[in-house]
């Protein structure tokens, strides 16, 4: 909804990957590493989030179309799921570096 006519530029060093987000000049950042799952039932690898630094986006977005208290709440679970899914997506293509 918020994020979808966003640029995205995906990158990975080590076990670190990170999703970079383009709106008019501005840049937004979702970082997650990826740790080995340690069930012996489900192996393989989790991403983890570990930092979210989107605000430049967010009053990007506010600017274009103004963001009520409720509307916070809905973007951060987009931003969450939507970097998630692009992650996923990329590994899923085979377009790690």
Sequence with gaps: MY???LSTE?????NHITVE??????KGTCKYI???S?????PGVH?????????????????ISPL??????T????????SLNRIILWEGQGLQK
Excluded at 21 to 26: D, V
Aim: hydrophobic letters at 35%; proline letters at 2%; a negative charge.
């Design 47 to 63: 991403l983890l989030l570990m930092e979210v630094g989107m605000s430049d986006i967010i009053e990007e977005i506010n600017k």
């Design 75 to 82: 973007l951060q679970m987009e931003i969450r799921e939507d």
């Design 3 to 5: 994020l979808k006519n």
């Design 21 to 26: 987000y383009s709106m008019n000049e501005k």
């Design 10 to 14: 995906i990158n990975k060093e080590g």
């Design 38 to 42: 340690m069930s012996k039932i489900q």
């Design 68 to 73: 009520k208290d409720d509307d916070l709440l």
């Design 34 to 36: 990826e740790k080995p």
